[in-house]
């Protein structure tokens, strides 16, 4: 059971009054496994969050940013509703089932979704454990959703900000199966989503390395290997797998996307039941709307494809959560993330911003 204890002074309208720098300088999970004297250590004045510090060879890019969307979770499409009174003005909510409730747990390697009402327009800043997440210069009044993915073991504690607070939404993330005493772990599965015991596992680094293991009974493996970018495949006879990717950060238990794997003879046809591709599609533009052709969209930093003469593109990808980046001369992009579920399409438009380009000397 997760439990936390949160003491504050309280103002007479119930905001505590020192809550802005309680979130600012609480201490970062991420550096509990660094002494104090180290610079990045555990103390309030810490840095470090995964992705740092610079000089680690190993070291990933910084975190994709979280990507918030406009969307009414009461229209038919998602047809939620509210499990949990909220009494502030700006209110946050974790989507269950379909519930919107104020705290929850979520497996380890899933997905998960944040639904803000925002009833006090302004800057809006998203904090996670008293780090901001994300920085929106001006939001009007009404309903955000912001899709996450469990990539870590860690606790959230999620809260908003305009010109007021909103209530705070912890989420424990659990062990889900995973065999967690390890600090990449992940799972290889059939079309249907049963574990494949004894498969071979290949992690190899982006920055070099290539590690193996071995899946247990369950299909799920475990290993420790340095911080930084894999690309995971598989290995057994009478099966072909799809490669996954993982994201590895020292001191956390970080989740690798699922490897499927299908017999040899498999189709779609003959198992309708199975794990089918799914696909994502979208344009590509500036703020004005206008499309961005030629443009380099990066899936999972692995592939590449080219927008075309009006901004398109689209790949197909296997189930699961995905990330997205885009690269353009002239332009400056968000990273996002899009769900792929099996046998259908998800679309993701991308918008960037025009950079000055000067020169180099």
Do not use: C
Request: zero cysteines; aromatic letters at 12%; a negative charge.
């Amino acid at each position: 059971m997760l439990v936390l204890v949160y003491a504050a002074a309280f103002t007479a309208g119930g905001t505590a009054a020192d809550e802005m720098t309680m979130l600012d300088f609480l201490p970062n999970p991420f550096a509990a496994d660094r002494p104090e004297w180290d610079p990045f250590g555990p103390g309030y004045e810490s840095t470090y969050y995964p992705g740092r510090p610079p000089w680690d060879p190993f070291s990933p890019e910084s975190r994709d940013l979280p990507r918030i969307v406009s969307a009414d979770p009461f229209a038919p499409e998602y047809n939620l509703s509210i499990g949990a009174d909220v009494s502030s003005r700006n209110q946050l909510y974790l989507q269950s089932g379909r519930l919107l409730v104020t705290e929850g747990v979520v497996g380890l390697g899933s997905p998960y979704t944040l639904w803000l009402y925002v009833g006090e327009w302004g800057p809006l800043s998203v904090y996670d454990g008293g780090r901001r997440i994300l920085y929106q210069g001006l939001v009007t009044r009404g309903w955000y959703r912001i899709d996450q993915y469990a990539e870590t073991l860690e606790e959230h504690r999620y809260q908003f900000n305009t010109s007021r607070w909103s209530n705070p939404v912890p989420l424990a993330v659990s062990s889900a199966g995973y065999p967690t005493g390890y600090g990449l772990v992940g799972r290889v599965v059939d079309t249907r989503g049963n574990g494949i015991p004894g498969a071979l596992v290949r992690m190899t680094g982006s920055a070099g390395g290539i590690f193996t293991t071995a899946t247990d009974l369950q299909g799920y493996y475990g290993m420790d290997v340095p911080s930084g970018s894999y690309t995971v495949t598989a290995e057994k006879e009478g099966f072909t797998f799809s490669p996954s990717t993982a994201r590895v950060w020292t001191g956390a238990v970080s989740a690798a996307g699922t490897v499927v794997g299908y017999q040899t003879g498999w189709s779609p046809e003959a198992d309708p039941g199975a794990y089918e591709a799914g696909w994502v599609e979208g344009v590509v533009t500036d703020r004005s709307g206008a499309p961005v052709p030629g443009a380099t969209v990066r899936i999972d930093g692995i592939f590449t494809v080219t927008t075309d003469r009006d901004g398109g593109y689209g790949a197909s990808l296997a189930p699961g959560w995905h990330s997205i980046s885009v690269y353009a001369a002239g332009y400056k992009f968000s990273s996002a993330s899009v769900q792929i579920r099996p046998g259908q399409g998800s679309r993701l438009d991308l918008q960037g911003t025009k950079v000055v380009v000067l020169g180099s000397y």
